[in-house]
């Protein structure tokens, strides 16, 4: 169920799209500086640091606010985090099609 938020409404003045780089992906993530590095998602309940449940992504739970903007489940926005791979992995998008 949608609740009403207090925010203030602007109007879209324009959209880009692009694709960003692994040191864009870093800067912009809230979990600074490993990203994700556990592989448990709770613990007694509560949500792991450093797991895919991180409360620094946003909040999931009602109880329990986002440790990035303080704001409550139906408020936060959520927030961008990163995952460290082992080895690069190429996009399908970016490949080039097989002749």
């Known amino acids: 169920m949608f609740m ?31 990203g994700v590095t556990s592989d448990r998602t709770f613990d007694n309940g509560k949500p792991v640091q450093g797991g895919l449940m991180d409360p620094r992504l946003g909040s999931i739970d009602r ?10 489940h139906n408020e936060c926005p959520g927030h961008f985090g990163h995952i460290e ?15």
């Not at 791979?85 to 002749?99: G, M, Q, T």
Request: charged share 25%; proline share 7%; aromatic share 4%.
């Open 63 to 72: 109880y329990i606010n986002c440790a990035t903007c303080g704001m409550d």
């Open 4 to 34: 009403h938020s207090e925010a203030d409404i602007k109007k879209v003045k324009r959209v880009q799209f692009g694709i960003l780089g692994p040191d864009e992906i870093k800067a912009m993530s809230v979990m600074q500086p490993d």
């Open 85 to 99: 791979l082992a080895k690069p992995i190429r996009s399908a998008a970016s490949a080039s099609p097989a002749l």
